[in-house]
């Protein structure tokens, strides 16, 4: 499809305006890089990204970022100032059969020395199979891929694919980014510059902390705000109680199966482990307010629980436990408190991660030395058989021992001595150091006496 055969986004009225009906959002979508909003560290003066538009030198390239930041602006930006073919692709509705079919219109096009440039909206929806189908026509040069994703392209673009595209992240747009836009749609004509429309600074910054860094979200409230306000001696006069009544609820970036749902419950980790209750209460409501199972939640709590806070507070499993059950008995979005409840004591807590370290300590010698069998003097020994080979010979029943501690060696021989757990001081882990360095004082007693040394 030629550039100058793209359909065109809205339609227009015999003066040239465009059609009302169309939404704002549509209306004004940005014709050049100069109308762009935000991404000044692409598109700004002599950045690279502004620089291979302005050359139609663009190469395959991937951009990355939240929702309406301006993805498919920009692949608009270049269809209409690029003079190779440009075809646009749904990942929603497009299948194999389509791609290979436009693939050959692009390879024949590439006999006669014409670029076709192909943009592909929502790439991360496009399965391998589906992505791979472009592989080769990118290796050869037939097409200069653009896609578009919100979602990590690291995850979802197939590595042979990605390693030949450019990746562009683009960032969440800022409340000044926002109120200058809506600043814009009052002002042209494509917008309400043709109404009479009051409105002050103060509402359209409302609007833009609302948006969350969209700016389709930005203008959509926008629009809905001058359709429900009143019109009186042909002025349109938007009051603060419409504004707030389109702004009720924001609508929260959180995609339960994409890259944010993990950064998240890492910001609330993390939060935790740093000791900030008020950040991990944060987090914890963007999650459960974004839709989050809260049993997920309630899971990771627990392991964090024992990862993080561990020996140095022993009761902190038990609350993150007993909150795991309350979600499951009562669910969203009474749970909620619970969640918060176990949070907050787990952020304030001591933390001591002694017993993640002992174990993935032994986990590494587990797995990478050689399984040297149990002692024979703590194995088991239910059969005669088993007795007469030796197995529990020499066992002492610690209960009935000096300190109660019995002189047996319990490691393997190769890694007799070996620590694996080293207690911390935090919270009561301070007591278990205490009481290990007096365990371990008793059992080189219990050694020295046993190689000959006698009692003092």
Known sequence: MRKDDTPSLFTYRSDGTPDESTPLAERLRPRTLDEVCGQRHLIGEGKVLRNLIERDTVPSMVFWGPPGVGKTTLANVIASTTNAGFITFSAVTSGIKEIKEVMARAEEARVYGRKTIVFVDEIHRFNKAQQDAFLPFVERGSIVLIGATTENPSFEVNGALLSRCKVFVLKQLSEDDLTGLLRRAVSDPRGF?????SIDDEMLHAIAVFANGDARSALSTLEMVVLNSDEKDGTITVTADSVEQCTSRKSLLYDKAGEEHYNIISALHKSMRNSDPDAAVYWLARMLEGGEDPLYV???????????????????????????????????????????????????????????????????????????????????????????????????????????????QCLPDSLAGVTYY???????EGRIKARLAQIKAWKAELKRRREGGGSN
């Open 193 to 197: 510059g043709g109404k009479a429309l």
């Open 298 to 408: 309630a899971r990771r709590v627990t392991r964090f629980a024992s990862e993080d806070v561990g020996l140095a507070d022993p009761r902190a499993l038990e609350i993150a436990v007993a909150a795991y059950h309350a979600c499951h008995f009562i669910g969203m979005p009474e749970c909620s408190v619970h969640l918060a409840e176990a949070v907050i004591y787990l952020s304030v807590a001591p933390k001591s991660n002694s017993s993640y370290v002992a174990y993935e300590a032994a986990k590494k010698d587990a797995m990478e030395r050689i399984a040297e069998p149990v002692p024979l003097a703590i194995r088991n020994a239910p059969t005669r058989l088993m007795k007469d080979l030796g197995y529990g010979k020499g066992y002492r029943l610690a209960h009935y021992e000096e300190n109660k501690i019995a002189d047996l």
């Open 422 to 428: 080293t207690p911390t001081e935090e919270g009561v």
